[in-house]
């Protein structure tokens, strides 16, 4: 049989079922641990005050991000209560932090108006330690290459050849480490993009989604306006997929506007056409949750299914033609094109969060 075209995307939760940790209380401890090479930002200390739950994931980094420049209250607010959140976290940071202010905080430009390109800059200054962190990471896990082989052949078919879109830094889809069944990730993969920037070429990046209300000047904080910046441009769609598959990524908000490109790129409401180009079978979509877990079976299931409709929920209030929109998710069911497949563990003690 030929090989069959399937897109993958890619998040988080797959790095930290390979056992690599990625996450964002390991990066903070880590900071924590590292204050002097942590260089600590108007963002760590941000993040810091106002993410405290052990179970945040990336996306509630940039959640906050969004929050943050959705107002500008809430952004020259900072500015005067930078001692209060010295008092809420260790004195390292608060002394560190207070001399960052001093330091560096042209907090205004023009006539008063916030100088965005200054917060813009300390959060580069976070993702480059956010980088190092993980550099560190994938350097000292011998393991991490071949679970990332394991757990790709859990999902992939014999006749499928994988075009991956990668939102995590790390790219471990060359690997030359074969599984128990002598696959090798090589022999999988044909192409994969990092649509946020990788660790080797050092120009990872965090934002907020496109289409959200931002204050004036706000928008060069968007992932679309920050990847503008980036050389190199390239093609991560290929021209026909029969499945997009998912697996790890928290499915938020702050990147509906790359899955819903995805999604218009394929027709996935139904029809003929894929790229302006006839087809002859409809795309479907699986998503896949590993069951970390089996005592939090029954709520893995409940928040990936939660995650999956409010995607599509959203996506289809976009639809041009509102009454398809509604009945999206309804029709991608009685048509066996949506599935939500549960993984067991493949035993990388790492706790998944995808």
């Known amino acids: 049989m030929a090989d069959r075209s399937v897109l993958m995307i890619i998040g988080n939760g797959f790095d930290l079922q390979c056992g690599l940790k990625s ?6 401890d880590w900071l924590d641990k590292n204050t002097s090479v942590a260089n600590t930002t108007v963002w760590t200390i941000n993040f810091l005050t106002n993410l405290t739950s052990k179970n945040q994931l990336w996306a509630d980094v940039e959640s906050n991000l969004l ?6 209250y809430t952004m020259k607010r900072w500015e005067s209560e930078s001692s209060s959140r010295q008092s809420r976290l260790n004195d390292d ?13 042209p907090m205004t430009s023009g006539e008063g108006s916030l100088d965005m390109y200054w917060y813009l800059d300390e959060l580069i200054t ?27 052949n859990l999902m992939i078919e014999d006749n499928e050849k994988v075009n991956i879109i990668n939102f995590n830094y790390t790219n471990p889809f060359n690997s030359d480490s074969p599984n128990s069944e002598g696959r090798q990730l090589k022999d999988i993969v ?8 990788t660790l080797d070429d050092n120009n ?3 934002g907020v989604d496109a289409t959200a209300q931002l204050e004036n000047g706000a928008h060069i904080f968007t992932k679309t306006y920050r990847k503008m910046l980036q050389d190199s441009p390239s093609r991560a769609l290929p021209w026909h997929v029969h499945k997009i598959k998912f697996y790890g990524h928290s499915l938020g908000s702050a990147d509906y506007s790359y899955f819903h490109s995805i999604f218009d790129n394929y027709n996935l ?38 995650r999956v409709h409010n995607l599509i929920t959203a996506y289809g209030a976009t639809l ?9 998710l309804h029709k991608l069911l009685l048509e066996g094109r949506l599935k939500i497949e549960l993984l067991d563990d493949i035993g990388a003690n790492a706790e998944c969060k995808g």
Do not use: C
């Open 23 to 28: 996450g964002y209380e390991d990066f903070f």
């Open 67 to 72: 929050e943050a420049l959705s107002s500008r």
């Open 93 to 105: 940071y608060g002394r560190n932090m207070g001399e960052h202010i001093r330091r560096k905080a």
């Open 126 to 152: 976070f993702e480059r330690r956010f980088a190092q962190y993980l550099k560190e990471q994938v350097e000292s896990n011998t393991s991490y290459l071949p679970n990332a082989t394991k757990l790709m």
């Open 190 to 197: 044909s192409e994969v993009t990092n649509v946020h920037g």
């Open 204 to 206: 990872n990046i965090f």
């Open 269 to 306: 409401y139904g029809g003929d056409l894929a790229f302006g180009q006839p087809r002859n079978e409809q795309v479907e979509l699986q998503f896949y949750f590993t069951v970390y877990d089996e005592s939090k079976k029954i709520e893995i299931t409940r928040n990936a299914t939660e």
């Open 320 to 328: 041009d033609n509102k009454d398809k929109g509604k009945n999206l």
